[in-house]
């Protein structure tokens, strides 16, 4: 479906990089937190208020390309949730 967005940050459904950062840190006994997965639908190309990583251009938080609070605020829930999960309190 073309919605008229172009995109300009390449996204990855099934990143290689994870499942190898995933599979190293298991052998050690690491547990591996995957926040790509409930980022989505939050990139760049969304408005402020929706999007969790800022764009290239005309970025809120002078940091562009990289996670805004709300999206800090979501990786932060999701490793909690995983070390609860895992006997962490």
């Known amino acids: ?3 008229g967005r172009h995109e300009v940050v390449p996204q990855r459904s099934a990143d290689p990089g994870q499942r190898n950062a995933a599979a190293g ?3 050690h006994g690491a547990v591996f937190v995957n926040t ?3 980022s989505i ?3 760049v190309c969304e408005r ?3 999007r969790w990583i800022e764009p290239l ?3 809120l938080t002078e940091v562009p390309v990289h996670r805004n609070a709300m999206g800090e605020e979501q ?8 070390m ?3 006997g962490v309190k």
């Open 75 to 82: 990786d932060a829930l999701q490793v909690e949730k995983v």
């Open 48 to 50: 402020p208020g929706v």
């Open 1 to 3: 479906m073309d919605d």
């Open 84 to 86: 609860v999960q895992n």
């Open 36 to 38: 790509f997965t409930n």
């Open 57 to 59: 251009f005309g970025s």
């Open 41 to 43: 639908g939050h990139d």
């Open 25 to 27: 840190g298991n052998e």
